[in-house]
């Protein structure tokens, strides 16, 4: 015999195993990545531009939103243009157009992060309650999975934004209950994207050697299974924070949306710009691109977020 | 680290036995496939049994099947595996969790994949400790450093601090082999340890292996492809092809005689660093794809030298013999007659 054991060695510590490099984390990784690619450098820009206006907004601007202030000098033929004291003119009504785009940056956020969150959160129990019965298997573990996911297929069945409609409807005109639709609407989403990475990760081979230790299921499924199955999650609901203030603008549109003038909103904005848009265009452009911009911002950053972090697509 | 289970009540009485072991797996309207059929053996306390064949030839499945880790839906089981009195295929989910990990445990092939990526090695170590021996944490910290110093881990403690990535496939065998050992199992089934790793981690890990292994009175169920792993840890051979035993010896005996074909076509297509420069290799003519159904003679007929009619005819039987047990109508002639091995 030739493929023999070659001389019993000493096995301890040698070289050639402590040598070895030492792999970068994750996330010190992913941050690499992100730096060496122009389109998530803007996303990151928006995004955090974005994020410093929202949450700035009181030092931003001396105004208060939906004052109303200087109604006397809008006419219906014309509303006063960018001065020195309006930087971006007045609106229809007479508030401070930077005061409302300023104020209305930061309710977007609050409706896009909390809503996001809303979603987040039940999907993500949702889809960790499938997903963990389904990983551990056996009849009752698929038929909770099984009626679990009927449920969430039914709520994937109704297009999000007209669940968003009826549930904001149910609700009434408020800013909760336009959270609430929003993140509802989300649910289905995280729900089936956390359940199938668990599902696959369950079939891993480091699951089956836990077994083989006689872990306990439960401890497999929340120790290693969900921390393995996160990470695409977390990247949706970055992506989903996009959708989430484009789908707050287009309920605000709709009327849905805060009957308080005080609170500020770029979709009701819109709306407001309509019957003006011959005389002051850019009443209805200004919040527009607003959000467009910070759709895209998010976008870029959250596809960024999901290429950094698969080691898939490394470069 | 084995004085917390019960003693073994004889030397010679087996301490796991499977006995007729098959597996099949079925969809339902299609055929079923008998990965594993007719298997059976004995492994004794301290003894180092081997499991040699293929891929494909079902010694994976048929560790699983000890383990009773196959997927529960399409796979049926037959026989049994006797384990202390009591036949593992039947026992109960929860007892075989709790035997997993405490008395029989397993390393598998992939190093790489079989640690969880985003768990530190510690918490990974200690949870196997926590889970069967010891409850209090600090206890199991200072047992799990230990035992990765017994492996052979320079700095131990900084490791358990690491992440799997940070280590590299030596070392990850090795934590691996250090949870399979973290609660004294009578039994270490190891699925080709040493596949995934190159040659020299290989060395390093089987002598790693055998030391902790030969220093408890733990047995070892060695599954492999690998006839020179086989040469340097075991003590029985069984050789398996298409979910078979086809011959079952001792290692000197199957080393210097090998009788059935296939063991000796094996043997033949290792590279051998005495014989002359120029000899070709002899591989196995054919795959293991091209098998014949055992129900209609011998599955190895389609590849095999010294092939009869009767092999295509008849399904051989495994016969036990003075000092071996051999499924072949037309066998290898002893060496005394005509050199087998070294033709």
């Given at each position: 015999m030739t493929v023999t054991l070659p001389p019993s060695s000493n096995p301890g510590p040698g070289p050639a195993i402590d040598e070895e490099v030492h792999g970068v984390s994750l996330w010190r990784g992913a941050f690499r990545r992100i730096r060496r690619n122009p389109s998530a450098i803007a996303g990151v820009v928006i995004v955090l531009a974005f994020t410093v206006v929202a949450l700035a907004a009181p030092l931003l601007t001396t105004y208060q939103p939906g004052?109303?202030?200087?109604?006397?000098?809008?006419t219906p033929s014309s509303v006063p243009g960018p001065s020195d004291e309006h930087w971006l003119g007045l609106d229809r009504f007479g508030s401070d157009m930077w005061t409302q785009m300023v104020y209305g940056a930061r309710q977007s956020l609050i409706y896009g992060v909390i809503s996001t969150a809303i979603g987040l959160t039940v999907g993500a129990s949702l889809g960790a309650l499938a997903g963990g019965f389904g990983a551990v298997g056996g009849r009752i573990g698929a038929w909770v999975d099984t009626a679990v996911m009927r449920f969430v297929d039914v709520m994937l069945s109704i297009p999000s934004l007209l669940l968003a409609v009826s549930i904001a409807a149910v609700l009434g005109q408020n800013s909760y209950a336009i959270m609430i639709a929003i993140g509802t609407a989300q649910v289905p989403i995280f729900a089936r994207l956390l359940r199938g990475s668990m599902l696959s990760q369950g079939k891993s081979d480091y699951v089956l050697a836990a077994s083989a230790l006689g872990l306990r299921k439960r401890r497999i499924v929340m120790g290693h299974v969900l921390p393995n199955s996160i990470g695409p999650t977390i990247v949706q609901a970055t992506l989903n924070l996009a959708t989430a203030i484009i789908e707050v603008a287009a309920l605000s549109y709709l009327g849905l949306g805060s009957s308080d003038p005080a609170v500020a909103e770029w979709g009701r904005m819109l709306v407001a710009a309509q019957d003006r848009f011959d005389a002051a265009p850019r009443l209805a452009i200004m919040p527009g691109v607003a959000i467009a911009i910070t759709a895209l911002g998010f976008t870029l950053f959250g596809e960024a977020l999901r290429e950094a972090l698969d080691p898939r697509t490394r470069r | 680290m084995t004085a917390q289970h019960p003693p073994v009540s004889t030397p010679t009485e087996p301490l796991l036995s499977v006995r007729d072991l098959g597996v099949r797996f079925g969809v339902r309207g299609q055929k079923e496939i008998h990965a594993v059929d007719e298997v059976s053996f004995d492994i004794r306390p301290g003894q180092h049994v081997g499991l040699v064949g293929e891929s494909g030839s079902g010694k994976s499945v048929t560790s699983l099947a000890i383990m009773g880790l196959l997927p529960r839906r399409g796979v049926r089981t037959s026989g049994e595996v006797i384990w202390g009195g009591r036949n593992l295929l039947t026992a109960g989910r929860r007892e075989m969790s709790e035997l997993r990990g405490r008395e029989i445990a397993m390393i598998f092939q992939d190093p790489m994949t079989s640690l969880n990526p985003v768990v530190t090695v510690g918490v990974q170590v200690t949870e196997v400790i926590r889970r069967h021996v010891a409850r209090d944490k600090a206890e199991a910290r200072d047992r799990a450093e230990e035992l990765l110093r017994k492996v052979g881990i320079p700095d131990p403690g900084r490791r358990l601090r690491e992440?799997?990535?940070?280590?590299?496939g030596g070392m990850r065998q090795r934590v691996l082999i250090a949870m399979a050992l973290a609660c004294g199992p009578r039994l270490l089934i190891a699925d080709?340890?040493?596949?995934?790793?190159d040659v020299t981690i290989q060395a390093q890990v089987l002598e790693v292996l055998k030391e902790l292994v030969s220093g408890t009175d733990a047995a070892l169920l060695m599954i492999t492809h690998d006839l020179g792993v086989v040469a340097g840890l075991c003590d029985e051979v069984n050789v398996m092809y298409s979910g078979r035993i086809v011959e079952s010896t001792n290692r000197d005996r199957l080393f210097a005689e090998p009788r059935h074909p296939y063991t000796g076509g094996l043997l033949e297509s290792i590279p051998r660093l005495d014989s002359p420069r120029g000899t070709p290799l002899r591989p196995i003519p054919g795959s293991p794809t091209e098998t014949l159904a055992w129900s209609e003679g011998c599955a190895f007929a389609p590849r095999c030298r010294n092939k009869i009619d009767l092999c295509t005819e008849r399904t051989p039987a495994l016969e036990v013999q003075a000092d071996r047990k051999l499924r072949c109508f037309n066998p290898l002639s002893a060496?005394?007659?005509?050199g087998a091995v070294s033709r």
């Open positions: 004052s109303a202030q200087w109604s006397g000098q809008v | 992440y799997p990535h940070q280590l590299s080709e340890p040493t596949t995934a790793l060496p005394d007659h005509e």
